[in-house]
């Protein structure tokens, strides 16, 4: 995907971008000094105050030196077969991206980018851990025309640079109003036990009169409240979701806003999430599965990028994914885990199925916070059959169908080891 | 473990495995039970060289010498495990002995293979190949490939899968 290059062609990206970049980079480098100097306990206020500083101005200086290097090197250019960005200093990197191999262009303002008006471009392609490419920063209406642009090409239609595509009609599904977010996030059990080990935290400080306890205990807990909201109410307030010609589009988010669009031919599985609480409500969240989306996030794909809608009832949960995985609901086989395998799990072996349908197979997992789990079989890339020696011993046999990296996995856990293998044989069949 | 009636893992009817180089086998106790084994006469050497504290090094030598025992067996009994097979649709390969796994790939979903040989491999005249598709856990790499075999391999992979390219 990297190739040594010499030549200098294309245009370079908005001048600014070096400023913003430097910022955002001069941030993280102040926040990384930061830590280094609250943790040295020795010396009063003064040095903490200077050491603050220092950080500060340390931080942006290098931030914003990096931030113009880097721009100044980066360079790119679109002509009839693909997008080719060449960036880097001492490395010459260049990438090459095929406009058929273009899974996803997204749209990202981060917030100190979007002050001044500029915006980020996000292209997904298929396959591991760099797939992702981002070109930023440039003018919002330019991110915009580009982003149709590159969407127009990967469905294969021959335009010009100079004739932009219009951009089609949308129709608007829903909107997630914030305060819906907000309940939601309230009522999820990890906020709410964020929030008791944060209040028990403070009360055995208070009790012990310890400064340290609660300094110990409101740290990492008042951290993680803080985080679940800003990833949550933040990244997701303004929830929209419409539909396009050829896909989704997803805008989303207070200060840092994010437009994706996702083509309908490229949803590779999609999770319905029902954690405790809101089950009870007959609350939803809706997770998709998008061939690069995952490189960003964590090993379960956990981003909010691949949230698909926040927080929803099950009838409109039901129309979106009827739209996206057009699906038959007879059903051709079922499996449940045997009573055997109660030792992998003791409670869980109860709740747990495999199920294949026509088009499509889904699974379902999990008491505490429910998963199920639809990919539909031409999506499917890969079928696997698994038994370690308990599994052997129980006489059972774990069946599973690979998606791309996400967050849908369609297992089918301690099946017994006969019912396995023969759905392991039918699922070959279907693919 | 792993009884012949165990039929779990069986190909689908019709196939046979297609076991890999013998070679790969001498490569791991090389690469895995010599340097262990070594260690091991150097420990003895160190014991007969300091006598008062004789124990120290000779418990270690008995612990490398146990694991180059277990390497040399796991050698064999790792590549006997391993195995491959093409049928019309699908690349199927089957490993483990202790966790055996056995996954199917359709030939439409790959996207692209890898040969890899390093210079030992070469040596020996071995290569692993990975059949890529969009998802990484279908981790479907064979080692031990005879080298001619292994160039077969991906050239009929690459074709099959251009054939039938469905991709994601």
């Known amino acids: ?45 003064e040095s903490i105050v200077f050491g603050v500083g220092g950080a500060a101005v340390g931080g942006l200086l290098i931030g914003l030196l990096a931030g113009y290097v880097s721009w100044y090197f980066t360079r790119f250019v679109i002509d009839a077969t693909e997008l080719r960005i060449t960036r880097g ?53 330019d991110v915009r025309d580009l982003r149709r642009l590159l969407l127009a090409r990967a469905h294969g239609e021959e335009v010009s640079e100079d004739a932009m595509p219009v951009d089609d009609q949308r129709s608007l599904i829903t909107r997630v109003p914030p305060q819906r977010i907000i309940l939601g996030t309230l009522l999820s059990l990890d906020f709410l036990g964020a929030v008791l080990a944060l209040i028990a935290a403070v009360v055995t400080g208070i009790v012990s009169k310890q400064i340290l306890i609660v300094l110990g205990g409101v740290l990492p807990f008042g951290g993680a409240v803080v985080q679940i909201v800003a990833k949550r109410v933040l990244e997701q307030w303004d929830f929209t979701l419409s539909r396009g010609a050829r896909g989704l589009r997803i805008e989303r988010g207070l200060l840092s806003r994010t437009s994706q669009t996702i083509p309908y031919a490229r949803v590779q599985g999609i999770a319905i999430k029902e954690p405790f609480v809101w089950r009870r409500l007959g609350w939803q969240r809706l997770e998709v599965d998008v061939a690069g989306y995952a490189a960003q996030g964590d090993d379960n ?30 059903r051709v ?25 026509t088009d499509v197979v889904v699974s379902q997992i999990g008491w ?64 | 473990m792993g009884s012949p009636s165990d039929q779990l893992f069986d190909p689908l009817p019709g196939d046979e495995w297609t076991r890999v180089s013998p070679a790969l086998t001498t490569l791991r106790r090389l690469t895995g039970a010599l340097p262990l084994l070594i260690i091991a ?37 790792n590549r006997r495990s391993w195995g491959y097979t093409e049928n019309a649709e699908d690349l199927l390969i089957t490993s483990g002995v202790w966790f055996r ?42 080692p031990g490939v005879p080298s001619d075999e292994a160039t077969r391999l991906r050239n009929r992979l690459t074709e099959l899968g251009e054939s039938r390219g469905a991709g994601v």
């Open chain 1, 1 to 45: 995907m990297s190739e040594p290059t010499t030549e200098v062609t294309g245009r370079r990206t908005h001048p600014l971008t070096g400023l913003v970049q430097g910022l955002l980079w001069g941030a993280a480098a102040f926040v990384a000094l930061i830590g280094s100097i609250l943790s040295r306990r020795d010396g009063g206020v």
């Open chain 1, 89 to 141: 200093f001492l490395t010459k990197q260049s990438r090459r991206i095929p406009f058929e191999r273009i899974q996803s262009v997204d749209l990202a303002e981060p917030f100190i980018a979007r002050i001044v008006g500029l915006a980020e471009l996000r292209i997904d392609m298929a396959g591991g851990n760099e797939s992702r490419t981002t070109l930023r920063f440039l003018p919002l209406d």
């Open chain 1, 301 to 330: 794909g956990n981003n909010g990028t691949s949230t698909l809608l926040p927080i929803t009832d099950p009838a409109l949960a039901e129309a979106v994914i009827a739209e996206l995985v057009p699906s038959r609901t007879d």
């Open chain 1, 333 to 357: 086989t079922l499996d449940r885990p045997t009573r055997r395998s109660r030792l992998f799990a003791p409670i869980g072996w109860r709740f747990r199925w495999i199920e294949a349908r």
């Open chain 1, 368 to 431: 505490i916070e429910r998963t199920t789990c639809l990919v539909p079989h031409h999506k499917s890339q890969s079928v696997e059959l698994r038994q370690g020696p308990l599994q052997r011993w129980r006489g059972v046999a774990t069946v599973e169908v690979h998606t791309p990296p996400g967050p849908v996995d369609v297992d089918g856990d301690h099946l017994d080891a006969g019912a396995a293998r023969r759905f392991w044989e039918e699922q070959l069949t279907r693919i």
């Open chain 2, 41 to 77: 006469i150097a420990l003895v050497i160190t014991a007969v060289l300091i006598p008062s504290w004789a124990w120290l090094p000779a418990v270690g030598a008995a612990i490398a010498l146990g694991s180059a025992v277990w390497v040399w067996r796991w050698a064999e009994r």
């Open chain 2, 101 to 142: 796994r056995l996954v199917a790939v359709p030939y439409g979903r790959m996207q692209f293979v890898d040969v890899q040989a390093g210079p030992l491999q070469r040596l020996y005249g071995i290569a692993s190949v990975t059949l890529h598709t969009a998802s990484s856990e279908t981790a479907a790499t064979i």
